[in-house]
């Protein structure tokens, strides 16, 4: 083995302790200006940018919670505002429906009744004309056999007078 | 590296613990300078990135262990917090490197720890609401107590200091002894106990002077 060269300092000096202080101090008050404020400046300043963006997320957070209460009370509203609309809707259909079959109801009946009343006139109308024709009629007959019965050697010339009569202009016309 | 300072007639040694102490120190600064240009040119609202990111997060935590520690109106002490945890893991871990540790020299832990109890002295005045009411605490809850209650105050700055010089020293000790040990196997042999005694033993002291340092200036508050 060589020889070991061990140095033990064990009593303190006041020329040390002074130096070692001073550096202690020195170098305190270096780190406190150099690195130990602009870091933990920078340190407070991040903690502050995420505290507020923290508390900015959370507001925003709230306000689209009450929003979507606010969306979903409208969309509720909505709906039963639908519904309403449909059932008014529903009614008045319905109402529309009685009231075009009670006019139609009506109109038929007048239109039936009408119908009745001019069926009945003329009805009317032709018995008469067909009484007035048959009076007529039986009247020619009537005065037709009469006629032939008087005076029946009349008939061939009452015969030929009428078949000139067709013959001639008198007809024409 | 060590320096001889000769005043007058009388010469003054510093060891290079005290040299690697100052060193470390410079280099947190140039550390602290570069990450201090990167987060001014910083928007703190992108995604935090890259070498930034360990920065903030050492911070943060800081941040939390005194606020869970200490309380909310005690951070204005993070700064210090954070300064000596720095500071004491990175000599801690500065024997790595195969140099002397900073907080293998009793030196500079007991500089370390009589920061701390100046601290927590003044802080208990303060909080206290004088020097006489804060000198009247230490007779609560009896007056028989008050040379038990003073031992205690005072062993705080004794046993910060001592633990973690004596952890530091120790483990650089073994560390040169296994060294004398494995002689050539060295290289092969040695990684595990460097994570060991640097590594793990050099956080956990550099979190428990931390800890107890801010465990004894909220306590001074509360008081």
Redesign the interface.
């Known amino acids: 083995?060589?020889d070991?060269k061990?140095?033990?300092?064990?009593?303190?000096?006041f020329?040390?302790?002074i130096?070692?202080?001073l550096?202690?101090?020195?170098?305190?008050l270096?780190?406190?200006k150099?690195?130990?404020?602009?870091?933990?400046?920078?340190?407070v300043?991040?903690q502050k940018?995420i505290q507020s963006e923290i508390d900015e997320s959370k507001a925003l957070k709230s306000e689209a919670e009450q929003l979507k209460l606010q969306y979903e009370a409208h969309m509720e509203s909505a709906k039963e505002e639908a519904q309403e609309i449909i059932e008014a809707a529903r009614q008045r259909g319905e109402e529309l429906r009685l009231d075009i079959v009670s006019k139609a109801q009506k109109e038929a009946q007048e239109i039936k009744s009408r119908a009745k009343v001019e069926i009945s006139r003329e009805r009317e109308a032709a018995f008469q004309e067909v009484k007035s024709q048959t009076g007529d009629l039986a009247l020619l007959i009537a005065s037709k056999i009469m006629e032939e019965e008087i005076n029946s050697e009349k008939q061939n010339q009452l015969i030929e007078k009428f078949i000139d009569e067709v013959g001639s202009s008198k007809w024409q016309n | 590296m060590e320096i001889f300072?000769t005043l007058g007639d009388k010469e003054?040694?510093?060891?290079d613990?005290?040299v690697n102490?100052?060193f470390i120190?410079l280099f947190?600064?140039i550390f602290?300078?570069i990450?201090?240009k990167k987060?001014?040119n910083?928007n703190?609202?992108d995604v935090?990135s890259g070498f930034?990111n360990v920065?903030?997060m050492l911070?943060?935590t800081i941040?939390n262990l005194v606020r869970s520690t200490m309380g909310e109106h005690n951070m204005k002490f993070?700064?210090?917090i954070?300064?000596?945890f720095?500071?004491i893991l990175c000599s801690n871990l500065y024997g790595l490197l195969g140099f002397?540790s900073p907080t293998?020299?009793?030196?500079?832990t007991?500089?370390?720890a009589?920061?701390t109890f100046v601290i927590v002295q003044v802080t208990g005045v303060r909080s206290a609401g004088g020097l006489f009411k804060y000198l009247k605490g230490f007779t609560e809850p009896n007056f028989l107590l008050t040379p038990l209650n003073v031992i205690g105050e005072l062993a705080n700055p004794v046993s910060l200091s001592f633990r973690l010089?004596g952890n530091i020293?120790s483990g650089g000790?073994i560390m040169?002894?296994l060294y004398?040990l494995f002689?050539y196997l060295a290289p092969v042999l040695a990684p595990p106990f460097h994570i060991y005694f640097d590594i793990f033993s050099g956080g956990l002291q550099a979190f428990i002077f931390t800890m107890l340092t801010m465990v004894f200036i909220g306590g001074a508050t509360e008081a």
């Open positions: 083995m060589g070991l061990i140095s033990v300092n064990i009593a303190p000096t020329a040390k302790l130096i070692a202080w550096t202690l101090f020195v170098l305190y270096i780190l406190k150099l690195l130990y404020k602009p870091v933990s400046n920078i340190l300043e991040r940018k | 300072i003054i040694f510093i060891p613990s005290i102490f100052v120190a947190i600064v602290s300078a990450v201090n987060a001014k910083t703190p609202d935090p930034l920065v903030e911070i943060e941040n993070a700064p210090y954070l300064t000596i720095v500071l002397t293998s020299d009793y030196s500079v007991l500089a370390l009589l920061a010089f020293l000790l040169t002894l004398a002689g």
